[in-house]
């Protein structure tokens, strides 16, 4: 098909623009366009800038996406393309999530320096993570050791890993695959002991509500199961996101018309933890995350997200 210029919105990471290629090679596999018709623009974020504290203190994920949006809004951009895990649940009025692309290894990956395996490290080694999910399960498996804040991009957090200032990371596998780099794992965690974040492993594609051009360029490349599963995670984060800033995992499942979900939540030293799992159809997969959600809270109680905050 014919088009004018698509120009894709991104982070300037490597692991940012693996994922805009990778969305470009498919536009242009599904539409037979070549590469001169898609510009890759780089926008600096609030969330890249930000090094020395947590996200969470300094205003959530959206940090990620904030200047992004602002793009797509304006017209500077006609899609944005992001880590899926990395989208607040409430978008700007006038956009939307229009597609998730089939979605990668959900696990996450441990990098060790000094042990192969997480369980394997010594006590008091330090690992590094600047993830609240991540540092809560860490912590539930190795209260012994110590878990200390990591910022950075993926090359930034194994450059520094190689200089000893940690002695071990966790960084999702689906980014490791996507930049080449799988060979520096040196353990996968089990989803069922380590579960990932909502919305790992996918790379979601945001655009203007009621864009008939884009919604038409975006239709062939998007992943129907994905997409269902991701629906069913996000759903379980928007109805726990209001309430707190908690540790927690959540992953949905489809298989054919049937879907399966896991979720839980942690406090952050790990000695807390709540779960849910919940089954259903697939076309049901908001209510489904939704209601998982609010069982998951009404289960843990006020006290559990009022202890620490």
Not at 40 to 47: A, E, K, P, R
Not at 112 to 119: D, E, I, Q, S, Y
Not at 282 to 300: H, V
Request: with cysteine.
């Amino acid at each position: 098909m014919q088009t004018d210029l698509l120009r894709i919105g991104t982070r300037g990471s490597a692991l940012a623009l693996a994922q805009a290629e990778e969305t470009r090679a498919r536009l242009m596999a599904a539409h037979a366009l070549p590469q001169e018709a898609f510009e890759i623009v780089v926008i600096s974020t609030s969330g890249d800038r930000i090094q020395d504290r947590p996200l969470s203190e300094a205003g959530g994920k959206g940090l990620f996406t904030k200047e992004i949006e602002e793009a797509l809004l304006s017209g500077a951009i006609d899609i944005a393309v992001h880590s899926s895990k990395d989208m607040p649940t409430a978008l700007p009025e006038g956009l939307e999530l229009s597609c998730f692309l089939e979605r990668e290894d959900v696990r996450d990956a441990y990098i060790g320096r000094v042990a192969p395996k997480l369980l394997d490290l010594p006590e008091n080694a330090v690992i590094g993570s600047s993830s609240l999910r991540r540092q809560a399960l860490i912590r539930r498996l190795r209260p012994d050791i110590d878990v200390v804040l990591y910022r950075g991009n993926v090359q930034t957090r194994l450059r520094k890993l190689g200089e000893g200032v940690v002695d071990a990371t966790l960084l999702a596998n689906a980014g490791l695959k996507r930049l080449g780099l799988a060979h520096v794992i040196t353990e996968l965690l089990p989803v069922e002991t380590f579960p990932p974040a909502p919305g790992q492993g996918a790379i979601c594609i945001e655009s203007r509500i009621g864009d008939a051009r884009i919604g038409k360029l975006l239709e062939p490349i998007g992943h129907r199961a994905t997409t269902e599963a991701l629906t069913c995670e996000r759903a379980f984060l928007a109805t726990l996101d209001g309430s707190c800033r908690t540790p927690l995992a959540g992953h949905a499942q489809i298989d054919g018309d049937a879907l399966s979900f896991f979720g839980m939540i942690l406090s952050p030293d790990g000695r807390q933890v709540h779960e849910i799992r919940a089954e259903g159809r697939a076309g049901d997969a908001a209510s489904i995350g939704a209601k998982a959600g609010a069982d998951i809270r009404d289960r843990a109680g006020p006290a559990f997200f009022e202890s620490w905050s």
